[in-house]
T-cell receptor
Framework: DAGVTQSPTHLIKTRGQQVTLRCSPK?????VSWYQQALGQGPQFIFQ???????QRGNFPDRFSGHQFPNYSSELNVNALLLGDSALYLC??????????????FGPGTRLTVL | QKEVEQNSGPLSVPEGAIASLNCTYS??????FFWYRQYSGKSPELIMS????GDKEDGRFTAQLNKASQYVSLLIRDSQPSDSATYLC????????????FGQGTILTVHP
């Protein structure tokens, strides 16, 4: 049973560029959430996708956008990169099926460095 | 006031001792509480979840929840050097249903 997978593992970009990060949820999960974790901090919620729609959004600018595909996988896009966007980007999957809990399981993360 | 606060670290305990990690939260409507362990350079790994008042034990780990005091804790018995990591408290429900709100984490070091 495959867990949550993310790609790429590491990424280096320059200011002003755009980046796309990818996530495949755990088998049987239908909900994907994205988090940003700066060094020494707890993860911060970016947004959550369910049924191919953004259901909740944290306090992040519109430069951060996402998408969920019919197979439940998801992408996180960040435009006009800033130095402050350098962080570990985490994808978490969960299930909204009846009777399930809201337990979220994290992927290995993508380390983004903006130069 | 931060939404989720953890006791400031780092916390250092000798091998075999009990490590106690504490967390308070501000949203009284919070319903689900989680402890994640994060090794340096890795992603958070779920180690405990708790949903009702009282204690929940899983091996060497015990989570304690007191909703009236808005307090959740994690006890690690017989601490091992392999337990050295950052421990993250997270809550969801209430005004933050579906999203995890994390504390800043507590760094635990278990020395031989």
């Amino acid at each position: 049973d495959a867990g949550v997978t993310q790609s790429p593992t590491h990424l280096i970009k320059t200011r002003g560029q755009q980046v796309t990060l990818r996530c495949s949820p755990k088998s049987g999960h239908d909900t994907v959430s994205w988090y940003q974790q700066a060094l020494g901090q707890g993860p911060q919620f970016i947004f959550q996708y369910y049924e191919e729609e953004e259901r909740q959004r944290g306090n992040f600018p519109d430069r951060f956008s996402g998408h969920q595909f019919p197979n439940y996988s998801s992408e996180l896009n960040v435009n006009a990169l800033l130095l402050g966007d350098s962080a570990l980007y985490l994808c978490a999957s969960s299930s909204r099926l009846a009777g399930s809990t809201d337990t979220q399981y994290f992927g290995p993360g993508t380390r983004l460095t903006v130069l | 006031q931060k939404e989720v606060e953890q006791n400031s670290g780092p916390l250092s305990v000798p091998e075999g001792a009990i490590a106690s990690l504490n967390c308070t939260y501000s949203d009284r409507g919070s319903q689900s509480f989680f402890w994640y362990r994060q090794y340096s350079g890795k992603s958070p790994e779920l180690i405990m979840s708790i949903y009702s008042n009282g204690d929940k034990e899983d091996g060497r780990f015990t989570a304690q929840l007191n909703k009236a005091s808005q307090y959740v804790s994690l006890l690690i018995r017989d601490s091992q050097p392999s337990d050295s990591a950052t421990y993250l408290c997270a809550v969801t429900g209430g005004t933050s249903y579906g999203k995890l709100t994390f504390g800043q984490g507590t760094i635990l070091t278990v020395h031989p």
